[in-house]
């Protein structure tokens, strides 16, 4: 199978870290958890950042080069990659951001395929999207589509794991069930 891989909030845990610089440039008194983030527009829980967009690129290289995996996301990835399955890193980043997304990548062992900077995670090709945001399952065309449960996502109705092993198994499932129908 040919799995669409997004990065952050499945792969790189930037919620976290975006919270900390926040805190640290520009509001040292915030409590906002990352249980209260509901959306991936930065404000409408961080009242101070007047665009998401100038957040990202003023801040990218503490943001993504500070940010941690996930516990387990390497592994999902290593598991994937052992049981012979294309990984393609489909990730959305600011113009300017993505050389921090590939050294992050490369400092992680994060092993894939092919990287493709997209907003339209539609144009590229693939059986199934592992992602956490609404917007890009919702518009996805892809036979499968696996949403990685997050704060800001709990609205999703479709396929849903809130464990990386919960996200192989389906993924094991779904690869077994195309192998049976071919």
């Keep these: 199978m040919i799995i669409n891989l997004d990065v952050d909030g499945v792969i790189r845990d930037i919620a976290h870290t975006v ?7 520009h509001d040292s008194r915030s409590t906002v958890t990352e ?3 509901k959306q991936h527009n930065l404000t409408t829980f961080l009242p101070l950042i007047k665009s998401s ?3 990202f690129v003023n801040h990218h290289e503490q943001i993504f080069y500070n940010a941690k995996p996930y516990n387990g996301a390497k592994n999902l990835v ?3 990659k052992d049981r012979n399955h294309t990984i393609n890193i489909v990730t959305s980043q600011y113009k300017g951001t993505e050389i921090s997304t590939l050294e992050w990548l490369l400092e992680h062992n994060i092993e894939y395929d092919s990287i493709i900077f997209t907003n339209n995670k539609n144009i590229v090709e693939g059986d199934l999207l592992i992602d956490d945001n609404i917007k890009n ?3 996805c065309n892809k036979k499968y589509k696996i949403c990685f449960a997050r704060p800001w996502n709990t609205e999703y109705s479709g396929l849903r794991v809130d ?3 919960g996200c192989l198994d389906l993924v094991k ?5 195309e192998e049976k129908n071919e």
């Design 78 to 80: 290593v598991a994937l």
């Design 35 to 37: 249980e209260d983030i």
């Design 163 to 165: 464990s990386y092993k």
């Design 53 to 55: 967009e100038d957040f």
């Design 19 to 25: 919270l900390q610089i926040y805190k640290e440039f």
């Design 173 to 177: 499932y779904i690869s077994n069930k």
């Design 137 to 139: 399952l919702s518009e």
